[in-house]
């Protein structure tokens, strides 16, 4: 089972990762990524441009952009999604921001409670892929039906040695999860 598990997780995460859901939801959440004074960093931009597609493909009528800030930010992940959409071209109605949340956890927390405010439910979370499986679980445990979309452009997916160490990462951080109902405190920045 020591083995056994890790191993099954590993490829949950590798198979989920290639899983592209667009069933129709009340929004599309984003995954918050570094942001510069208000400019999404190249990860962050390549997960908004994602979801500005499925927007305009019609998956849902709004999207969600969460993440929180450091001490001395003057944006959130939020904050500075929800501008760039809007930037964008996204009506401003359709854009929610989230600025709360330090981790994935404390991100989707914070996220249904704003679908419980608005009465919805179901979500297509974009996110980089090996993150998918993560993030689809914890949104299911907040009460969110979630399925996953990720965004497979920008830096985060380039080389095979990164996504095989962010499949490795997220696997752990997965069975930790599990294990201890928490983040794992692992701090990886998303650039």
């Known amino acids: 089972m020591a083995v056994l598990v890790p191993v099954l997780t590993w490829a949950s ?53 969460v993440g929180g800030g450091l001490p001395g930010d003057n944006y959130t992940e939020g904050e500075a999604g929800r501008n760039w959409l ?22 989707l927390e914070a996220v249904a409670e704003s679908f419980d405010e608005r009465g ?24 969110i039906d979630a399925g996953t979309s990720p965004a497979r452009s920008g830096p ?10 962010y499949i490795t990462r997220e696997a752990a951080s997965l069975l930790y999860y599990w294990t201890f109902g928490e983040s794992a405190g692992v701090k990886i920045e998303a650039v």
Request: hydrophobic content about 40%; cysteine-free.
């Open 13 to 65: 995460v590798w198979f989920t990762a290639r899983q592209d859901d667009r069933t129709p939801s009340d929004a599309i959440v984003v995954m918050g990524a570094s942001q510069y004074n208000g400019r999404p960093s190249p990860v962050f931009e390549a997960r908004l441009t994602h979801a500005m597609n499925l927007y305009d493909e019609g998956v849902a009528p709004a999207i969600v952009t």
């Open 120 to 143: 919805w439910s179901s979500a297509i979370i974009v996110s980089d892929p090996w993150h998918a499986l993560r993030s689809k679980v914890i949104a299911s445990d907040t009460g």
């Open 156 to 165: 985060a997916v380039l080389t095979r040695e990164t996504q095989l160490w």
């Open 86 to 107: 809007v930037e964008q071209g996204v009506p401003s109605e359709n854009v929610v921001g989230v600025g709360e949340g330090s981790d994935s956890l404390d991100s």
